[in-house]
């Protein structure tokens, strides 16, 4: 089966390694693309639109015309993108820790004053470490050092520009009920049970939308479920795909 995973803000295609290698070593493909100025991708205009039209384009270059479609937090919001411009294309749906809901006018604002500072110089290392304990549970923080020194990593190869862009396009985004609503196919909602940036009662809405779906909580991961637990993600995934026939 083809699968398409889509990174969170502000990392890159890595956060989904662990689970990519399980998923090809079990005889599917996968696509873990970079987003827009992410990685090795080159910047784009700050519109998840862009970011799902980028994705497309990379499934048709490998020859996906149908395929899995699964996205973490900036990811999930691509991935909800991408079911605004082909939805056909989508055989089955992963969101993980992320929500189907606009940004408030706070939290749009409070995006876009830290994309301000970034193109005012804001040091990365300053921002990684303001953001980690956001991105990461507290089991991550108290007793996992080395995920807590990749994430820094991730987010500290990233240029302030694409960052900022990122900032721009998150805080744009529409609701995307309405998309979810209308997919009929099957999903799978996953959520960090430490996740406090996007927290249980966010799920409620994409159950509540989604027609045939079903939830996998990941016990002692926060936001970034897939690195700090990357075992029991994998797990749940294969699971899921597996179901699919």
């Known amino acids: 089966m083809n699968i398409v995973l889509l990174h969170a803000f502000p990392l890159n295609h890595h956060l ?6 399980a998923l090809r070593a079990a005889g599917h493909q996968v696509l873990a693309p970079d987003l827009p100025g992410f990685g090795s991708s080159p910047i784009g205009e700050p519109s998840l639109d862009v970011y799902a039209s980028a994705v497309l384009e990379q499934a048709d270059a490998a020859g996906f ?13 691509t991935a909800m993108a991408i079911l605004r411009q082909a939805p056909e294309r989508v055989q089955a749906l992963i969101l993980a820790d992320t929500r189907a809901s606009a940004d408030s006018a706070e939290g749009a604002a409070g995006r876009l004053a830290r994309a301000d500072e970034l193109d005012a110089g804001l040091d990365l290392e300053v921002f990684s470490r303001a953001i980690i304990p956001t ?10 050092p080395e995920v807590i020194d990749t994430v820094r990593g991730w987010i500290e190869a990233n240029p302030p520009a694409t960052i900022a862009n ?7 985004r529409p609701d995307s009920v309405t998309e979810l609503e209308a997919f009929k196919r099957p999903a799978l909602i996953v959520w960090g049970e430490e996740d406090t940036l ?9 159950l ?5 779906v079903e939830l996998a909580i ?3 991961a926060g936001h970034l479920s897939s690195v700090e637990s990357p075992d029991a993600v994998s797990a749940v ?3 899921f795909i597996e179901s699919l026939g």
């Open 16 to 21: 989904w390694d662990a689970q990519a290698q």
């Open 65 to 77: 015309d149908e395929f899995v479609l699964g996205g973490l937090s900036m990811g999930g919001y």
């Open 135 to 144: 991105l990461v549970g507290p089991t991550t923080l108290a007793e996992r």
């Open 166 to 172: 990122a900032l721009r396009a998150l805080a744009a």
């Open 198 to 206: 996007t927290n249980r009662d966010d799920q409620e809405p994409m």
């Open 208 to 212: 509540d939308a989604l027609d045939d």
């Open 218 to 220: 990941i016990a002692s």
């Open 237 to 239: 995934l294969l699971d």
